[in-house]
């Protein structure tokens, strides 16, 4: 098993599509300047979703235009469909996110479609992004648990997150979109998949509302999960996921594999002070943790 980690880092999207005042554009692009300079490989920069359903991230398009891409550095995109699709490739982008859910009732909450109505959704937008060259992820929410229908069967999860892969996914991202899970709940769910689905192809996407997003990685790591979904200062959430908090954040992962002799590539110091910068800027303090203890004296 590889002792390489590839953060992706979701601080740009999913860290501030929930925040309800107004972010500049501006801002958005320095986060993502910064953040390219950092050693990371994987940023999700912003989404080419509905600006109806999601007012902050209406900018899409020329937050894309600012940035400096990196060599070597991926800017996937979330698109919700074909319309999404058609605007991100307008912007230059290269790589685009799939998104559904293991729960019927949140997906149609969050994108107005059934689970099975969202992957034919899906469908063309993988066909025209193999003839375009662009690469897609794809996304799995609310894995261990959902905020309107509780439980969520895992055969479910299996089921969504294998169409996907199927489909020509080359990553699968399993989202505790509400962060309900516990680490061996979540090491079970991660394994059950992989049953189906190559490890390889699989990152784990866990939000903090518990406090328990640290230890859930540690158990998915040590199961072999090498691709960890985090957003930079535990910024984040989904607007359609009643109760849904910050994303774990970046530099306590970055932390935590240090001590696990697990390589990210990822610059800890310059990453911390970056979140400590968003969090001013959002006007509160850093929630990472380790961001904190960080800071200069
Ligand atoms: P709908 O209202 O059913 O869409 O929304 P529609 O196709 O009927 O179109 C309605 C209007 O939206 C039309 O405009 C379309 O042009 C426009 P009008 O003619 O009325 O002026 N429209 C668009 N405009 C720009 N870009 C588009 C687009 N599509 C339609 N792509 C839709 C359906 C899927 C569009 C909507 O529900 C949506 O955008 N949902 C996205 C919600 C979202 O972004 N949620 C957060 C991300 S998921 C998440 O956070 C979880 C994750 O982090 C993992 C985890 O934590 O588990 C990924
Ligand atoms: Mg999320």
Known sequence: MSDAIRI????????????KQPVSTA??????????????????ATSFVSPRWVPQLADAAEVYAGITRHAGVAYPVLVPNEQG?????????????????????????NT????DESLARFQPILQRAAHDGVR???????VLGCPYQGEVPVSEVVRVAKALHTMGCYEISLGDTIGVGTPLKARAMLLAVAAEVPMQALAVHFHDTYGQAIANIASCVEA????????VSGAGGCPYAK???GNVASEDVVYLM???????????????????WLAERLGRTTGSRTGKALAPA
């Open 8 to 19: 992706v880092e979701v601080g740009p999207r999913d860290g501030l599509q929930n925040e």
């Open 27 to 44: 801002d958005k692009i320095t986060l993502i300047d910064r953040l390219s300079a950092t050693g990371l490989r994987s940023i999700e």
């Open 85 to 109: 699709y058609d605007r991100a490739l307008a912007a230059g982008v290269q790589e685009v996110a799939v998104f559904t859910a293991a729960s019927e009732t949140f997906n149609r909450t």
């Open 112 to 115: 107005n479609a059934g689970i």
């Open 136 to 142: 897609v992820r794809g996304y799995v929410s609310t």
């Open 224 to 231: 072999g999960v090498r691709v960890v979904d985090s957003a």
């Open 243 to 245: 109760g849904a908090s």
């Open 258 to 276: 240090r001590g696990l002799g697990l390589e990210t590539g990822v610059d800890l110091d310059e990453l911390a002070a970056i979140g400590r």
